[in-house]
């Protein structure tokens, strides 16, 4: 929510520079408005040099960064425009939105409150207000605040989409679909609108309807999410089959590790496939019979009868369903030489088992903020018999395996996965243990289409892939899911995970 009210009156200081200071204003609105964040935070931070007492360029700062997933910066950006101006409602909001992002849930809930105070029928804030009661848990406090936002703006996309997704959280995906179609009627191209009626419709089992709406993913994500497509190579129009399909990679690993099983299927029709991917998966991927080439992202290809298709659209042109998903027993391979190696370092007693708790930090935010557990809220397995655990936990994270007091009890396997590969190790480790318990990371995906026995651990409101129910999913026959009962209750889930090891335990005795 950018302000520009006060351009022409609030530039009166005339550099020698040869922009003029409006005029940067101007080109970093157009910027913004564009889609170039990195270049609209550019101009902004210019502008402060010959306006630094501006709030509404420090407000607007923030917006981009906002918009760039700098939620930290955005939240000292709107800092800034506070202190020079207190009772400043936009910067008021958009702070509470920042803090939100960050899962600072009861600064933000104060600094909304605030802004309400101010100003009580500010449709922003309402709203703004509704996703951060609805983080929380509290639900009709959410579904109270967009429904009055709704009323005063009754054409307002983002009030009935973040009433959509409250709804959907109340479990009312009825009423959540019928709220998130009348954001896109009323903002047919709203990204968030359709990435949010997507997860709608995956919850409610409707996959057919919801894969047109899951392409937004890319206008949604544009900033840190850029497909490298081949210059020169057109796009797959899902007809043609005697070509050269280049499959991209998008976001991350554990995504790419889910839909490489694609290439499989594609090959099976007769399409010669290249899967460009993170260069980190490739020698993983290089090991599964997918009949596919795998090269790195970056790799130049060349045009000629070659055409692309982002990896995770492919099902789509499947028309996967609940009951069609394909390879769910599992697609990918380990290094046999490996397995050996590592199964001769494994030989602790009773059931081994296999320890992830903390994913990739930078998906923390937001709607996903408290998706990983403390390593200390897996206490209660450490009470369990005749079991040895095993840490496949790599980089954030680790560290609090010094940090809690069992954290001695939990084997450390030094050298898993050194170098710029990911997951070879890991694989072959978990090809020589009973059972992974994880939270949703990428090694979820792998041990899934590795086939091996995994319980996965999930929060309140889990992607969209998990749905909202059910203790197993169609991706993967080897998973069982263990949810939350309520947001942020992990020693529930935990506790239940204990019974259940105990008893596997117990059968798996001599």
């Known amino acids: ?53 501006n709030e509404a360029i420090h407000n607007n700062l923030g917006v981009a960064l906002l918009k760039a997933r700098r939620f930290s910066d955005a939240v000292a950006a709107f800092q800034a425009a506070r202190a020079l101006k207190p ?42 207000l509704g996703d951060a009661c609805a983080a929380i848990g509290d639900l009709d406090a959410a579904e109270g605040a967009l429904v ?11 009030a009935h989409m973040s009433l959509g997704i409250v709804r959907l959280q109340a479990g009312r995906s009825g009423q959540a679909i019928e709220s998130l179609h009348t954001a896109i009627a009323l903002a047919p191209d709203h990204a968030d609108a359709h990435s949010n009626l997507a997860h709608a419709l995956f919850c409610s089992g409707d996959w057919q309807a919801s894969w047109p709406h899951f392409e937004y993913r890319f ?24 070509i050269e399909l280049w499959l991209l990679g998008e976001q991350g690993l554990g995504d790419q590790l889910q839909f490489a099983r694609y290439a499989k299927l594609l090959r ?3 399409i010669r496939c290249v899967i460009a991917c993170d260069p980190r998966l490739v020698r993983i991927l290089a090991l599964a019979p997918l009949g596919a080439r795998v090269v790195p992202a970056e790799t130049a290809a060349a045009a000629g009868a070659a055409r692309w298709v982002p990896l995770m659209s492919l ?7 609940p009951d069609t998903v394909p390879a769910a027993g599992g697609y990918l391979a380990a290094d046999p030489q ?98 992974l318990i994880t939270s949703d990371t990428a090694i979820a995906h792998l041990a899934g289409g590795l086939g091996v026995r995994c319980w996965l651990c999930l929060m309140h409101e889990p992607d969209w892939r998990w749905m909202r129910s059910g203790d197993t999913t169609p991706w993967y026959a080897s998973m069982r899911l263990f949810r939350q009962s309520s947001a942020g209750d992990w020693p529930s889930v935990y506790r239940e995970v204990a019974a259940a090891l105990a008893r596997e335990a117990e059968r798996a005795a001599p």
């Not at 080109?27 to 902004?44: C, F, M, P, Q």
């Not at 099902?315 to 369903?321: D, L, V, Y």
């Open 268 to 270: 099976a029709r007769g």
């Open 219 to 242: 206008r949604r994500h544009a900033h840190r999410a850029k497909l490298k497509t081949p210059p020169g190579m057109p796009r797959w129009d899902g007809t043609d089959t005697d």
């Open 1 to 53: 929510m950018t302000d520009i009210s006060k351009t022409s009156e609030l530039f009166n200081v005339r550099a020698r520079d040869p922009d003029n200071p409006e005029t940067l204003h101007e080109r970093a609105e157009v910027k913004l408005a564009g889609g170039d964040i990195d270049g609209a935070i550019s101009l902004y931070v210019r502008c402060l040099t010959f306006a630094p007492h």
């Open 148 to 158: 009055r936002a709704a009323q005063l703006a009754p054409r307002q996309a983002e």
């Open 87 to 128: 009772g400043y409602v936009r910067a008021l909001v958009n702070l509470g939105k920042a803090l939100r992002e960050l899962g600072r849930l009861s600064e933000a809930l104060i600094r909304l409150r605030e802004a309400l105070a101010l100003q009580p029928d500010y449709v922003p804030a309402l709203i703004n």
């Open 315 to 321: 099902p789509a042109w499947h028309g996967t369903r």
């Open 338 to 435: 490996r397995i050996a190696a590592w199964r001769e370092r494994l030989t602790a007693p009773g059931l081994r088992v296999a320890l992830a708790w903390s994913g990739n930090p930078d998906m923390e935010t937001g709607r996903y903020a408290g998706r990983s557990p403390p390593l200390a809220a897996l206490a209660p397995l450490m009470s369990v018999p005749r079991v040895s655990f095993i840490s496949l936990q790599r980089g954030p994270g680790e560290e609090q395996l010094d940090q809690v007091p069992f954290g001695a009890a939990i084997q450390r396997l030094p050298g898993l996965d050194e170098g710029r590969d990911a997951f070879l190790d890991t694989a072959a480790v978990l090809k020589c243990i009973d059972l």
